[in-house]
């Protein structure tokens, strides 16, 4: 038995010195140290950090492979990024058992918008993605000023014109550029300019020897119009931007749509908090992407209406000083009208920059096509007076869109082949802006 024991004592002895070993040795290890907790870099990127402290026995990985993979070579940790994203990449020393833990953002260096609209004495924010580290140069301060604060960039506009950003991302070595335009939130258009059209009588539709016809301009039929005043050029941005300032009612909707689409093709009219503004350089050309409600609300508060497609095309032949032209107001479409063949730059001209007709009116061929306050149907043969058109009841309906209210003139969108005076179109009244539609009005 004292045999026995003895082998144990010995044991429990050796099994102590060991650990008292075990421990001297971990307690001479240094603690566990990393040069970062934090990293944060772009995508496809290969980093690193150093571990400053340690027994020198580690093991390195990534809690997310899908977003960064580690390796180990001596004490420099390197990681590959892979994905947008954050993980967090462990570092063990396998003596002591100590873990330290790195965080890794992955990002991409991104601006919200890479073009800003902005009032004058206004300011407007946009949010930047990216490491924290920004930096931001501006072409024009006299234009606007920009500041940085952590993720956002802030913008004031000081003067009507356009200024160029210039966003660097110092960590990821990147950067972007944000076009600022400053626009007049108090647009003023030109004075309502008219033409007085005297009454008279004249045939109505396709006239007697043309084949251009749809079938629609006809049967040819005797109209007698009361003399009235007509808006000498198409409504302009800067008139338009105005109204939907001034109308009370902002840019209401009615129908299933608001009567202007910012975001319509060629659209040049932008909000800017409350405010409406038009582009710069773009005030005097002719309002398009607004709906016939549209057309009617401005007229109204003008104190005036639309014209009627008789009146309409009254005034597009020259009303009684009519020279019988083949195109509306010249016998060369090119030379009164904007069509697809004359333009430079695709998109509604300035107005009033080509020849008028034989009443001074600009643009009724080309340009924009006009709202007419009447609904599409089928012509009568009889005579008639200050015709206004069929009734919504025996309007023609499209197949798909409903019944639609006439739209006149052509547009830049086509050829001169749509500026005969007596050419028809149509648009859907509920649902529609187009590109290619304005108006005029008239006042009684």
């Known amino acids: 038995m004292k045999h ?67 390796s180990l070579e001596g004490n420099k940790v390197t990681l590959n990024t892979l994905a947008v994203g954050q993980t967090h990449i462990i570092v063990t020393d396998t003596q002591t058992q100590q873990e330290k833990k790195v965080t890794l953002t992955i990002t991409e260096f991104h601006i919200g918008q890479a073009t800003l609209y902005v009032g004058t004495n206004t300011t407007v924010t946009t949010e930047i993605t990216g490491s924290g580290d920004y930096s931001v140069t501006n072409s024009q301060e006299a234009v606007a000023t920009a500041t940085l604060s952590g993720q956002i960039l802030s913008v004031k506009g000081i003067s009507v014109g356009e200024a160029t950003l210039t966003i660097k991302d110092q960590k990821l070595n990147a950067e972007a550029y944000v076009n600022v335009i ?19 009588t004249f045939q109505m539709g396709t006239p007697a020897g043309t084949d251009k016809s749809d079938g629609d301009e006809n049967p040819v039929h005797s109209v007698t119009l009361s003399t009235f005043k007509i808006s000498k050029y198409e409504i302009t941005n800067a008139q338009f931007a105005e109204f939907l300032n001034k109308n009370g009612q902002g840019n209401k ?46 007229a109204q508060w003008k104190g005036g209406r639309l014209p009627t497609e008789a009146e309409w095309e009254y005034a597009a032949r020259g009303g009684n000083q009519s020279q019988n032209y083949k195109f509306i107001g010249s016998n060369d479409g090119n030379e009164v009208g904007w069509n697809r063949n004359n333009i430079s730059t695709a998109g509604p001209q300035k107005v009033g920059t080509k020849k008028p007709n034989e009443l001074g009116i600009y643009d009724m061929a080309g340009n924009l096509n006009e709202y007419c306050s009447d609904w599409y149907g089928a012509y009568s043969a009889e005579a008639q007076t200050n015709p206004q058109g069929v009734s919504e009841a025996n309007a023609i309906p499209h197949r798909t869109l ?28 509920d649902s529609q802006t187009a590109s290619s539609c304005g108006f005029r009005i008239v006042i009684p």
């Open 4 to 70: 026995i024991r003895i082998a144990i004592f010995t044991f429990l002895a050796t099994i102590l010195l060991c650990l008292c070993a075990c421990k001297k040795e971990s307690e001479n290890h240094a603690p566990l140290t990393l040069s970062t907790e934090t990293l944060i870099d772009g995508v496809n990127k290969t980093i690193s950090f150093e571990i400053r402290s340690g027994s020198g026995q580690y093991t390195v990985k990534s809690e997310n492979t899908s977003l960064a993979t580690a």
């Open 182 to 200: 400053v626009l007049n939130t108090q647009p003023v258009g030109q004075e309502l300019q008219l033409v007085t059209v005297e009454g008279g």
């Open 253 to 298: 909707k009615e129908g299933a749509i608001t009567w202007y689409n910012l975001e319509g093709k060629d659209a040049y009219i932008r909000k800017v908090g409350d405010a409406f503004a038009v582009l710069p350089g773009k005030e005097d050309y002719p309002v398009n992407n607004v709906t016939w409600y549209a057309a009617v609300a401005y």
């Open 402 to 429: 409903g019944i639609r209210k006439i739209c006149r003139g052509g547009s830049y969108q086509g050829s001169v082949n749509f500026f005969f005076a007596w050419d028809r179109n149509q648009v859907t009244r």
